[in-house]
């Protein structure tokens, strides 16, 4: 038994896999008993490719949860998940305005919570680990387009890539992720994300095209999908995000039951950052 297991979200994305590894790291080196563990049984297949082609094999990961209910829990890229212990730290960088009660909580203006773990202790981890640090910060920021970028990161990628000789050419165009558009089902999954707030459900996805014009013929049949989605699974709204690539521009389509709502960003728009605390504001001024 492991003093802590590392979580990250459902369905998690890059940072999120990266930053458990990295975390785990991190705590089994400064002595602590900790193990990162991915619950879930179907992965993302870009998510798992891009960790495999710069040698982080995710499957390593999967396995279940402990059904222990004094097991203690670090949640890492997100602040909220039921698990059966207590929750006892979260390292986190989506803003939100719920109070969060566990002993220790980091969430603090980051361009992704790889890059919080490692910057000010790069001493603690190799050249491979940074690299996918910087890795997670670029698929996370859509290669430092979207508006979570903080300045700093951007500066301490560079310093990075110059300390170690890193392929950021390389590494830029992973950051891009184009989605694979293989069917309607798939498009409007990828991503897929859930949220809580104030007993209200609310599901998020998205996909990154090079232009908007050659998913334009797709769009409602997405959106039916969606609307269908969201019937039969009693969910209270669909956050669909359309990023095009080439512009660096961004349309949400929220989706309920009844109706679409459709908003034009003039930039690439971030769901953790700009997306998610707007619809959360709403949904807890309503209560």
Not at 114 to 134: R, T
Not at 202 to 209: A, E, F, P, R
Not at 266 to 271: A, F, M, N
Request: aromatic fraction near 10%; charge should be negative; include cysteine.
């Amino acid at each position: 038994m492991f003093d802590y297991i590392i979580l990250g979200h459902e369905n998690p994305d890059v940072d999120s896999i990266v930053s458990g590894y990295l975390l785990e790291k991190v705590m089994t080196r400064s002595g602590y008993s900790a193990k990162f563990i991915i619950p879930d049984q179907k992965l993302d297949e870009e998510s798992v490719a891009i960790c495999n082609r710069y040698g982080l094999d995710v499957t390593t990961y999967q396995g279940n949860l402990p059904t222990n209910p004094k097991q203690k829990y670090i949640l890492v890229d997100h602040h909220e998940r039921s698990v059966n212990g207590p929750i006892v730290a979260i390292i986190d960088h989506h803003p939100t305005i719920q109070k969060i009660d566990v002993p220790y909580y980091c969430n603090e203006l980051s361009s992704a919570t790889a890059c919080l773990i490692v910057k000010g202790q790069e001493e603690l981890f190799c050249k491979e680990d940074i690299q996918l640090a910087i890795l997670a910060t670029l698929v996370d920021t859509a290669s430092f387009h979207s508006v979570k970028t903080q300045q700093a990161d951007v500066e301490w990628a560079n310093q990075m890539v110059s300390h170690y000789h890193l392929p950021y050419e390389q590494l830029y165009r992973e950051g891009l992720c184009l989605t694979k558009i293989d069917s309607l089902q798939s498009a409007l999954l990828h991503g897929l994300k859930e949220y809580h707030f104030h007993g209200k459900t609310v599901l998020s996805s998205y996909v990154q095209v090079l232009n908007k014009e050659e998913i334009q013929e797709k769009i409602p049949d997405l959106l039916n999908l969606a609307q269908t989605y969201v019937k039969e699974r009693d969910v209270s709204l669909f956050a669909f995000l359309l990023h095009d690539m080439t512009a660096f521009q961004s349309s949400v389509y929220y989706v309920t039951s009844d109706k679409v709502t459709a908003k034009d960003f003039d930039h690439y728009v971030s769901r953790g950052n700009e997306i998610i605390p707007m619809i959360e504001k709403k949904i807890y001024q309503k209560k």
